[in-house]
């Protein structure tokens, strides 16, 4: 019984995306899609257990939501229209929705998904509920999947994605791929959305675990559809490249027991050269699209420095500043300076690096009191001899700390600063 389940969920997990797009594409509606695509995953439980597995489980999933459909229809007509021609109307307007769902099992499905993809990402919703509907319906996680992976309650996160489906629902946005302005802006939303998902999958913002990678491979996994759906789109083979080529040093990122790895302390021979060379060919097709100098595209080739360099040692950091300077250019942002002073301090030095992130920090003080600001800053401090200002730096950078592992590795730094500065005594 455990056997066929499990057969049913790799069934759902493949199938799920494509069902829930075709059922909107008829309904219009994908909170209501969702429903009938989960009914049709409970017939599905109840009875392929002892009938079996079909050979196009596709079909008996679409089969058996069209039969919810047409049931959900039947009722709600039912309570809108009282009238004696009510049995006559609703046989025609059954069959016109058979029809149409029977229509949709034959259509190619890549629009569907597509159509999908910028439903769950729409500008109307907040991020957090792109984020977790993306994740639901486009992704097929659980509601207790996306809840763990965020630290969320379930309870949060199901509300989350109620409001964000009712949202879509009440502001009528249309089951649609834009086109125009807006689907460049829309297709920012879609990139941003994933990118958010693999950077939480990445190092986790809070909780006990360094990384979380099935929300990383759920990331490559949605950038590798966006990318098959717009292959012309250059930053969504600029994403997918900077996803493969961060992801290719997941297994030295973390020790024996889970600690965080720093880069420079990282075992090379663990990276995953395959992903490597998927990473930079991704990178190179966005490049031959025209997309070479736009966000993603600029942080993948920093990505493909790292990934070029065999020793930490042999690392382009004259090259990584000047992809930082472009970056910084076009994005203005906090964590870009904060990035850029480190490759300052490891290409020109430690009191280079410290005077590029005090000027950082005079432009924009968002990220004042960051634990990545006091991290950076008593790394240069401590390389710079000045040991009980990178103590002090180092104590404000654990207690701001939410993930217990950064904590770790910063109490860990903290505690040989102590121990050198006694030293020096």
């Not at 990402?121 to 763990?148: D, F």
């Not at 939303?189 to 979380?212: C, H, K, P, Q």
Request: aromatic share 4%; proline share 3%; net charge negative.
């Amino acid at each position: 019984m455990n056997d066929i389940h499990q057969a049913i969920e790799a069934v759902w997990k493949e199938e799920s995306t494509r069902l829930i797009a075709a059922i909107a594409r008829v309904t219009r509606d994908v909170g209501l899609a969702e429903e009938l695509a989960q009914d049709a995953l409970v017939t599905a439980l109840e009875r392929w257990p002892e009938e079996g597995i079909p050979s196009n489980p596709g079909a008996w999933l679409m089969t058996a939501a069209k039969r919810r459909a047409i049931d959900v229809f039947r009722r709600n007509r039912m309570l809108e229209h009282k009238h004696e021609d009510i049995a006559r109307e609703l046989e025609w307007q059954q069959q016109q929705l058979g029809e149409a769902m029977d229509h949709a099992l034959d259509q190619v499905i890549d629009d569907d998904v597509l159509r999908l993809v910028f439903t769950a990402c729409h500008p109307a919703l907040p991020v957090e509920g792109r984020i977790a509907l993306t994740l639901r319906i486009v992704g097929g996680l659980t509601t207790q999947e996306i809840a763990r992976a965020f630290l969320v309650p379930e309870k949060t996160l199901g509300q989350r994605i109620f409001r964000a489906k009712k949202t879509l629902t009440e502001a009528q946005v249309p089951f649609e791929t834009p086109s125009g302005k807006e689907l460049r802006s829309r297709v920012d939303s879609v990139l941003a959305v994933i990118y958010l998902i693999f950077n939480e999958g990445y190092t986790a913002t809070a909780g006990d675990e360094w990384m979380r990678s099935a929300l990383c491979d759920e990331a490559i996994r949605l950038g590798r559809m966006v990318v098959q759906l717009l292959p012309n789109e250059s930053e969504a083979h600029a994403l997918l490249a900077l996803m493969e080529l961060n992801a290719s040093r997941t297994a030295a990122r973390q020790g024996n027991n889970g600690e965080a790895v720093l880069l420079p302390d990282q075992d090379r021979s663990l990276w995953d050269h395959q992903q490597i060379q998927r990473g930079i060919a991704s990178l190179e097709q966005a490049q031959q699209l025209g997309g070479g100098i736009y966000p993603y595209a600029l942080q993948a080739a920093i990505a493909a420095c790292h990934a070029r360099a065999r020793t930490a040692e042999e690392t382009n950091w004259q090259r990584i500043v000047l992809l930082y300077d472009a970056l910084l250019n076009l994005t203005q942002s906090p964590v870009v300076a904060l990035n850029r002073a480190v490759a300052v301090g490891m290409a020109q030095g430690p009191a280079a690096g410290l005077g590029a992130l005090d000027a950082a920090l005079a432009d924009d003080t968002s990220l004042t009191g960051n634990h990545l600001v006091h991290s950076v800053r008593g790394d240069f401090l401590r390389k710079l001899g000045r040991l009980d200002e990178a103590r002090a730096e180092i104590k404000q950078a654990v207690a701001a700390a939410q993930n217990m592992r950064e904590q770790e590795l910063l109490t860990e730094r903290l505690k040989q600063l102590e121990k050198d500065s006694t030293t020096l005594q």
